[in-house]
C-alpha cells in the first residue's frame, strides 16, 4: 500500500475564491471518508462514499461544499466562495469496508488558509 | 454516539511505560473502541482497536475494562517519535465513521 494521498499539502486563498481539493485512497479500498479539523479539535466527519456514490453528509457540510467520486477511486472537494471560517486542515481517509469494524487509514491532509 | 473522556495532556519519561486513560461509559455492546495518533502536521495515525479483549501489536496494547466503560492504551516503552495527540473513539459499526474528541498530547521528555 502506497497510502492516501491528498493534493495540494497547502492551499493559500482569499476570500470569496474557489478551491478543491483531491484525495488518492488506497487502491482497493472501496470507502472514502472526508473529515476537518481546527486548531485544537479532533477532526469532525464531513462525508463518505462507498465506492462513487455519497452515502452521508454532515450537517457540517453546507452548500458550498460539494464532493464527488466519479469513478469510485479519487474524490475532490470543492468549496465554493471561501469564508474565513472555512481555515482547517481537510483530511481524508480511505478504508476495505469491512463490516463489524473498519479500520481507516487517513492521508496528510489540505491545510487551507483563507486570507 | 458514545462520548469519550480523556485527560488533556500527560507526560512521559523516555522509555517508560506510559498509560492512556480512556473513558466510555456510555458505550454500546457491540461497539469498537479505536486509538489513533496523531503526530504534529500529520493525519491521525491507526494504532490499535478492540472489542472485549486485551489486544496487542507492535504499537502498543490495549487494555479494555470489563464493564467496557473504559481503556487504557499501553506504550510499553515511549520514545520521543510517540510524542502526540491520541485519540480514543469508539466506532459503532454501520455508521461508517469516526466520532473524534480532543483526545490526549502526550509529551515523551528525554
Known amino acids: 500500500d502506497t497510502g492516501v494521498s491528498q493534493n495540494p499539502r497547502h492551499k493559500i486563498t482569499k476570500r470569496g475564491q474557489n478551491v478543491t481539493f483531491r484525495c488518492d485512497p488506497i487502491?482497493?479500498?472501496?470507502?472514502l471518508y472526508w473529515y476537518r479539523q481546527t486548531l485544537g479539535q479532533g477532526p469532525e466527519f464531513l462525508t463518505y462514499?462507498?465506492?462513487?456514490?455519497?452515502?452521508?453528509k454532515s450537517r457540517l457540510l453546507s452548500d458550498r461544499f460539494s464532493a464527488e467520486r466519479p469513478k469510485g477511486s479519487f474524490s475532490t472537494l470543492e468549496i465554493q466562495r471561501t469564508e474565513q471560517g472555512d481555515s482547517a486542515m481537510y483530511l481524508c481517509?480511505?478504508?476495505?469496508?469491512?463490516?463489524?469494524?473498519?479500520?481507516?487509514?487517513f492521508g496528510p491532509g489540505t491545510r487551507l488558509t483563507v486570507l | 454516539d458514545a462520548k469519550t473522556t480523556q485527560p488533556n495532556s500527560m507526560e512521559s519519561n523516555e522509555e517508560e511505560p506510559v498509560h492512556l486513560p480512556c473513558n466510555h461509559s456510555?458505550?454500546?455492546?457491540?461497539?469498537?473502541i479505536h486509538w489513533y495518533r496523531q503526530l504534529p502536521s500529520q493525519g491521525p495515525e491507526y494504532v490499535i482497536h478492540?472489542?472485549?479483549s486485551n489486544v496487542n501489536n507492535r504499537m502498543a496494547s490495549l487494555a479494555i475494562a470489563e464493564d467496557r466503560k473504559s481503556s487504557t492504551l499501553i506504550l510499553h516503552r515511549a520514545t520521543l517519535r510517540d510524542a502526540a495527540v491520541y485519540y480514543c473513539?469508539?466506532?459503532?459499526?454501520?455508521?461508517?465513521?469516526?466520532?473524534f474528541g480532543t483526545g490526549t498530547r502526550l509529551k515523551v521528555l528525554a
Open positions: 481517509a480511505s478504508s476495505r469496508g469491512y463490516e463489524g469494524t473498519d479500520t481507516q487509514y
Open positions: 487502491s482497493e479500498h472501496n470507502r
Open positions: 473513539i469508539p466506532y459503532t459499526s454501520g455508521t461508517y465513521k469516526y466520532i
Open positions: 462514499f462507498q465506492n462513487e456514490a455519497q452515502l452521508e
Open positions: 456510555t458505550i454500546s455492546g457491540t461497539d469498537y
Open positions: 478492540g472489542l472485549t
